[in-house]
Each structure stands twice: as C-alpha cells, then as structure tokens.
C-alpha cells in the first residue's frame, strides 16, 4: 500500500512554538499533498509537492519531501490556537486514488 | 472563493432503509469523489466519477452504492441498503484535474447514522 502514516498521531505545543508532523509512505509516489481537517468539517488542501521538488512554502508552512526515504515533513512556524487541527498527508501514485493517512492531531494551546 | 457544497449535513436513517447523500460541485471541476471518515478514523475513499461514469472505485463501494451526476450540478451518493457499519461522514470532493496532478476540494460533510 502507498499510504502515508503521520508521525506523532497527536502532538500539543504551546501558542508561537513550531509544530512538525512527519509522513512515511511506501510505493513510489507522484506528489504528496498535505491536508487540514478542522473538527466536523471537511479536508482543507494546504499544499502540494511534486516528486521532483524537495521543499515547498506557502505562509508559515514549510513541506519536505526526500524520495529516498519515502518521507515527508509539514513544519507550521509560529503556531495560532487556530492551527489546531488534524493534519492527514496523502499520497499520489500512477493513476490510483489519492490515500490519506490516519492524521495528525496538533493541539496550539494559547 | 467556490466551494463544494453537501446535504444534508446529518442524515440519520434505519438499518435497511436507502439514503441519498447530495453534493454539488465546484461549477468548473471535471472530477468527482466520495470519500468516507469513520468516527476518528483515516479518511477512505470510496469512487472517483469523470465523464459521466465511474473511473475508480475501492472495495468498499460494493453493490449497495451507487453514483450518479443527474443534472450538469449535483452529484449524489446512494446507499440502497444501510447497514449500521455504513455509520460515517461522508465527503464529496472536487478536482480541475485527475487526482494526483490537482488538489481536492472537499465538503463539509454529511455525518450518516444508521440506527
């Protein structure tokens, strides 16, 4: 199975504090797409990272991905009591359906 | 910013009884998913639709699902015959392009409850 597997399943750090989330995968992948899900609602795309890309921003996100190791990180700089949320990464692979992890929970206690 | 939209937002149904999940897509996105969360669980997917017809389904989707685009706006989902395992939030999502070149755009969801 191609699917990612966040690392830690739950993580609580104080508001300002960085928060890091790590995804690990298995097949050869297309692109790696990281999500947020806020309690009962839906996924909120945040960012996408190719095959060929190693690190990728938009705001206070910064994503990795190493092909080598079949992994990847997510990095929320300077967290916000509204960044609490789970964040699922998921993997693209050929032409198969995007996978979703299990998600990390990330408490931002103010 | 278009949003995909879903109704109900809860649907609560008995065991046996059919349900249809409603979602309206982002007007301009080719590509039409059903997803399903179980409560606190990994997000699965269950159907992928483009051109009219199914482009991949998973295991899950057996015979009691079906799909379908019956105007150029709303996209359903049908469950012919809920089991209480059926129990889940249901996403239906959007892409401009295949899946693994464009980011999904999700709704917020129907929470399905069979009883």
């Known amino acids: 199975s191609q699917q990612g597997e966040e690392d830690p399943q739950a993580l609580s750090i104080q508001e300002g504090e960085n928060a890091t989330m790590n995804c690990s995968y298995k097949t050869s992948i297309n692109n790696l797409q990281w999500y947020r899900q806020n309690s009962g609602r839906g996924l909120v795309h945040l960012i996408l990272i190719r095959s060929n890309e190693r690190e990728k921003h938009s705001g206070r996100l910064r994503v990795t991905l190493d092909t080598s190791k079949k992994s990847s990180s997510l990095l929320i700089t300077a967290s916000r009591a509204a960044d609490t949320a789970s964040y699922f990464c998921a993997t693209a692979s050929g032409n198969t359906p995007l996978v979703f992890g299990k998600g990390t929970r990330l408490s931002v206690i103010a | 910013e278009p949003e995909v939209t879903q109704t109900p937002s809860h649907q609560v149904t008995q065991m046996g009884q059919e349900v249809i999940l409603r979602c309206v897509p982002i007007?301009?996105?080719?590509?039409f998913y059903w997803y399903r969360q179980i409560l606190g669980q990994k997000v699965e997917f269950l159907v992928s639709?483009?051109?009219?017809?199914?482009?991949?389904k998973s295991e899950i989707f057996d015979d009691q699902f079906s799909v379908e685009r019956p105007d150029g706006s709303n996209f359903t989902l049908k469950i012919r015959s809920t089991k209480l395992e059926d129990s889940a939030m249901y996403f239906c999502?959007?892409?401009?392009?295949?899946?693994?070149?464009?980011?999904?755009?999700f709704g917020n969801g129907t929470r399905l409850t069979v009883t």
């Open positions: 007007s301009n996105h080719l590509y």
């Open positions: 999502a959007s892409s401009e392009a295949l899946q693994y070149n464009s980011p999904l755009h």
């Open positions: 639709f483009y051109n009219n017809e199914i482009s991949e």
